[in-house]
C-alpha cells in the first residue's frame, strides 16, 4: 500500500492542475482496501476517491485523505472478464478484442480506470458500460466487508449510478466483471461511425469489418476531435447533455429547427449541450487560461497554468450564456472538489 502526505495530485488529474492532499493512500489488493477502510474509519477526516482523475476538477488543496485503487489484472473465463478496479479501462478493451470479446469497442480509447467506468457508467457512440457490466466487487468502508453488488442494483442511467449517488464514498470498488460477446454484432447507428469505416476501409459493407477495424476507428475519430489531455489539459465533456422534454424540445425545435436531438424515450428528447455552448459563440473562446476547445464546445481546457477557480468561472459564464438563450440549465459531469 502507498502511503504519502502532502501529496501533490497534479499527475492524478487530466486538467493537469496543481493541488495537495494530506494524505494520499493508494490500494493493490482486496486485503489492502480493507485496511484503507480501517484508517478512514477511525482518521474521521474527509476523504475522495479518485481513478485517473479524468473526470476531476481540482479547485485548492484537499484537506483530507485521497484514495486509489492500484488492483490489476484481468481474469478471463467463458465470456467474462474480470478486472481489476487500477486496470486502465482502454487497455482492458484492448484484452477483450485480443481474448475474442466483444461489445466495449465503441468505448476504445476513453480515458480512465475500470473501476471509475463502474461508477461513472462511461459511455459513447450509442453503447455504454452498464450493456456489459455483469457486477462488481467492493469493499464497504463502514465496515471493511467485501461486497459483490450485481449491476441491476446499481441504478445505472445516462452517466449516472448509485456510487455517484446514494452510495457516494460508501464502496472502494477492487473488481468489474464484464460480460462480453463471443459473437462480434458492431454497433454502427450512432453519429459518423459507419461514414469514419467507409472513409478509412474504402468499404460498402461496413458491417463486415472486424472488431478491431472498429475499434481503430473509433479511435481515429476521437483523436481528431477531442485534445489529447497529455498535451492540453481536459476532462472530456464537461457537461452532460440535458434531456429535456417533448413539450420543451418541440418548443425549441421551432425556434431551432436545425437543432440536433436523439430521441431518448416518447416523453423525453437530449440535447447536445456542446451545440448550446457553440450556438451562444463560446467555441474555441477563452476566460484568461481557460478555454472551450475549438473543435469540440463541449471540452474546456487548461491552457496553460489555469487553476481550477478559472475553469469554474468559465462554467459559470457558459452556464448562464446557454439559460439565457435556450432556457435550459446545463449541469457539469465532471466531479468539482
Ligand atoms: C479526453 C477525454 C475524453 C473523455 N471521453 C469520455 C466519453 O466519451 N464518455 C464518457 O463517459 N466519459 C468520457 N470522459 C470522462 C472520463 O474519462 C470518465 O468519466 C472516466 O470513467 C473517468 O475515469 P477515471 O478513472 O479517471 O475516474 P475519476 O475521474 O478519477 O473518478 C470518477 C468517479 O469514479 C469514482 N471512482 C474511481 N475509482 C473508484 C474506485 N476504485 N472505487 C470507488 N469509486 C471510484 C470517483 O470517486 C469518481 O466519483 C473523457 C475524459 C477525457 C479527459
Known amino acids: 500500500m502507498r502511503d504519502l502526505r502532502d ?7 487530466t486538467f493537469g492542475i496543481e493541488a495537495k492532499c494530506s494524505r494520499f493512500l493508494e490500494y493493490e489488493t482486496i486485503a489492502e482496501a480493507q485496511e484503507v477502510a480501517g484508517i478512514l474509519r477511525e482518521s474521521h477526516t474527509p476523504y475522495i476517491i479518485i ?17 486509489r485503487s492500484d488492483v490489476i489484472g484481468i481474469q478471463i473465463a467463458d465470456d467474462r472478464m474480470t478486472c481489476g478496479s487500477g486496470e486502465v479501462f482502454d487497455e482492458m478493451i484492448e484484452a477483450s478484442l485480443m481474448a475474442g470479446l466483444y461489445g466495449l469497442e ?10 471509475a467506468s463502474a461508477v461513472q457508467n462511461i459511455g459513447a457512440y450509442g453503447v455504454e458500460a452498464k450493456d456489459y457490466i455483469e457486477r462488481i466487487e467492493a469493499v464497504e468502508i463502514a465496515t471493511s466487508r467485501v461486497v459483490t453488488i450485481p449491476a441491476e442494483h446499481c441504478g445505472y442511467g445516462y452517466r449516472q449510478s448509485k456510487f455517484k ?73 464537461f457537461f452532460m447533455n440535458p434531456i429535456v422534454n417533448r413539450e420543451k424540445y418541440e418548443r425549441l425545435a421551432a425556434q431551432y429547427p436545425v437543432m440536433p436531438h436523439y430521441e431518448v424515450d416518447k416523453d423525453h428528447v437530449k440535447i447536445p449541450a456542446g451545440w448550446m455552448i457553440d450556438q451562444c459563440g463560446w467555441k474555441g473562446k477563452a476566460l484568461g487560461r481557460a478555454g472551450v476547445h475549438d473543435k469540440q464546445a463541449l471540452v474546456l481546457v487548461n491552457l496553460g497554468g489555469a487553476t481550477g477557480d478559472e475553469i469554474v468561472r468559465l462554467c459559470q459564464a457558459i452556464q448562464k450564456d446557454v439559460e439565457a438563450k435556450f432556457g435550459i440549465v446545463i449541469h457539469p459531469e465532471v466531479n468539482i472538489i
Open 165 to 237: 449517488q446514494e452510495w457516494k464514498n460508501r464502496y472502494l470498488i477492487t473488481h468489474v466483471t464484464y460480460r462480453l460477446s463471443t459473437d462480434f454484432q458492431p454497433h454502427l447507428d450512432y453519429g459518423n461511425i459507419r461514414e469514419a469505416l467507409r472513409q478509412a476501409y474504402g468499404a460498402d459493407d461496413v458491417s463486415a469489418l472486424t472488431a478491431q477495424q472498429l475499434r481503430d476507428a473509433i479511435i481515429g475519430i476521437r483523436n481528431a476531435k477531442l485534445p489529447d489531455p497529455k498535451v492540453m489539459g481536459n476532462a472530456g465533456s
Open 7 to 13: 501529496y501533490s495530485l497534479k499527475a492524478h488529474n
Open 106 to 115: 465503441n468505448l476504445s480509447l476513453i480515458p480512465g480506470d475500470v473501476g
Open 51 to 67: 481513478g485517473g482523475g479524468s473526470n476531476l476538477l481540482l479547485t485548492k488543496d484537499y484537506e483530507g485523505v485521497v484514495v
